[in-house]
Every structure is written in structure tokens, then in C-alpha cells.
């Protein structure tokens, strides 16, 4: 065949026959997929017994697909997509393109001693579970972590500093009398009389005496019957800051409540300022795409 055509056209693949990973068995494959949103490769390969191998490779090869982790958003009902778009077309009418870089997000996030672990990014190469033990592959976690509660406010010029609560919760009276000298005095030195102060709807953001306060203090603010809830995607915080945060904490140099709350305070100073301000000037944008989504929740 080489002398007469130059080439080699098998009729029939040079393997042995198939006799797991058949074109009838990629159908009910393919149809259980359709059937059932979640299979697992082992649950694939028990229902028809193949190997887990061979199932593997029918998902991957033959049906062209991905595995993708369940992702977890905030339940939206009506009431809550409309009051999203009602909050983005009061910001329209209010709010010129340089006043919403005027704008310091605020939020709260908790912290305990056994860190931020990933099990999904997290991998330890080595010959053996043993190796790989033995290389800090074993992550110890306690029962009942000691935790931080800290707040953050983010704004197109930077990050204010970090406000620490060592029980790890927060009521209104420690809300008031902790973060907002601290959010006042940030704002005032950075724009002048002219900024606006967000939070959510958090209940010491919501409490009568936080509201009065802010009215009385601040230039402008964001108040509870404008910020729509259930909406962590409209906070750069929530949406870009607290991962960039997270990535900066050195977990190795915790051991402590109080070597925890250094290296926050530590890991805060390192947040770019490329991020933030990307993070921040894209908040408009994120708006407009509420708008055209109907209200539902935006994905990162």
C-alpha cells in the first residue's frame, strides 16, 4: 500500500476491539448526563460497569466535557431582583461618574486561626500519601477556631486601615464607636466634604442609631432603603478585595489571636493598588450588567 498509494488507510483501527468503551455505552453515558444534572465518575462506572478510567475518558474524550464545581450565590427572589434594578437606576439619576469613585465600600469578613484553605489549588506533588504528609500535605483544623472579625473600607484611591473586633462579632454600639471614626476620618482626609459612605444591610448597618449616625456625619450615604439586599456582587469587597486580601495573609506566621490580627494587619498594607482601583472602577460597569441580567446575581 505504501508503494502504490504513498500511504497507509486502515478499514479498521489498529487497536483491539472495544468492549467498555463502546458507542452504545457513550449513549447511556450521554443520556444519564441528560437525566441527572450530577453523576459521579465512580457512580458512572459502577452503572455500567466500566472502570473508573474508562468512564473518565468517555466524559472527557468522547462527550467533550468539564467538570466544574458547584458555584454558591445568594438567593434572589422577585422582590430582591427588583429592588437591585431599582437601586441601579437610582444610582443613574443620582450619581455622576466621578461621584461613584467617591464612594467607600465598607464590609466585615471573619478570620480564625486555621487560615484559608483550598482543597481545590492546594496540592502536594510526591510519590506517596506518606511524602506528601510528611511535605505539610496534612491540614489541622480545630474544633472550635478562635476568629477575628475585621472591617475594610475600599475606595478608588486605596484601602482604609483595618479595623479589628477580637470577640469576632459586632453589635451597633461597637459598629459605631470602632469603624466609623475610622471610615469618617479616611474619607474626609481623601476627598474632602465630598464622598459618599456605603454598607449593607448587615443588622448593625441597619439599626436606627447607625442610620442617625451617618446621617449626621457623613457627606453622603447610602442608606438601608437604597442598598438592595442579598447583593455581596455590587461590593468591590466582596467581589475582588477579599480574595486579593486573603492571598496577602502568610497563615504559616499565624499562631495566635494576636499574631493573627498582626499579620491582617500586616497583609492589608500589601493589597494592590492596581487591583483596587480596577475593582472599584468597574462597579459602574457591573451596574449596567444588573440591568441587562434582569436583576440576577452577577458571577465574578
Same mark, same amino acid.
Given at each position: ?8 488507510? !486502515?478499514?479498521?483501527? $489498529? ?15 450521554? /443520556? ?8 459521579? #465518575?465512580?457512580?458512572?462506572? *459502577?452503572?455500567?460497569? =466500566? ?11 468522547? !462527550? ?9 450565590? $445568594? +438567593? ?26 467617591? =464612594? ?5 469578613? =471573619? ?23 510528611? +511535605? ?6 480545630? *474544633? ?39 471610615? !469618617? ?31 449626621? /456625619?457623613? $457627606?453622603?450615604? =447610602? ?8 447583593? $455581596?456582587?455590587?461590593?468591590? !469587597? ?10 496577602? #495573609? ?41 440591568? *441587562? ?8
Amino acid at each position: 500500500m505504501i508503494r502504490d498509494t504513498g500511504s497507509i488507510q !486502515l478499514s479498521t483501527p $489498529p487497536d483491539g476491539p472495544r468492549f467498555a468503551r463502546t458507542s452504545k455505552t457513550i449513549q447511556k453515558v450521554k /443520556h444519564k448526563l441528560n437525566q441527572k444534572k450530577m453523576v459521579s #465518575v465512580r457512580r458512572l462506572a *459502577k452503572d455500567y460497569s =466500566i472502570s473508573k478510567s474508562c468512564a473518565h475518558r468517555i466524559l472527557k474524550d468522547d !462527550l467533550k466535557l468539564y467538570a466544574y464545581k458547584m458555584r454558591i450565590e $445568594p +438567593k434572589l427572589t422577585e422582590e430582591h431582583k427588583n429592588k437591585r434594578k431599582k437601586f441601579v437606576n437610582w444610582v443613574r439619576h443620582n450619581f455622576r461618574k466621578e461621584d461613584t469613585r467617591r =464612594i467607600l465600600f465598607s464590609d466585615e469578613k =471573619i478570620f480564625d486561626l486555621d487560615g484559608m484553605y483550598n482543597s481545590q489549588n492546594q496540592r502536594i506533588w510526591a510519590a506517596s500519601r506518606d511524602e506528601a504528609d510528611e +511535605k505539610g500535605g496534612i491540614k489541622v483544623e480545630q *474544633k472550635f477556631p478562635q476568629k477575628v472579625m475585621v472591617w475594610l473600607g475600599v475606595c478608588s484611591k486605596g484601602v482604609t486601615p483595618l479595623v479589628t473586633f477580637d470577640q469576632g462579632i459586632v453589635d451597633h454600639v461597637e459598629y459605631i464607636q470602632n469603624v466609623f471614626p475610622v471610615a !469618617l476620618e479616611y474619607g474626609n482626609t481623601t476627598f474632602g466634604k465630598h464622598w459618599t459612605f456605603q454598607q449593607d444591610g448587615a443588622k448593625p448597618h441597619v439599626h436606627h442609631l447607625t442610620q442617625k449616625w451617618c446621617r449626621d /456625619h457623613f $457627606p453622603s450615604f =447610602i442608606d438601608k432603603n437604597h442598598w438592595p439586599p442579598n447583593s $455581596p456582587d455590587l461590593n468591590p !469587597l466582596d467581589y475582588c478585595i477579599w480574595d486579593e486580601f486573603a492571598q496577602r #495573609v502568610n497563615c504559616e506566621k499565624v499562631t495566635s489571636k494576636p499574631t493573627l490580627i498582626d499579620e491582617l494587619k500586616r497583609a492589608v498594607k500589601k493589597i494592590r493598588q492596581d487591583v483596587v482601583l480596577q475593582s472599584c472602577s468597574s462597579w459602574t460597569v457591573r451596574l449596567q450588567r444588573v440591568l *441587562k441580567n434582569n436583576g440576577y446575581y452577577l458571577e465574578k
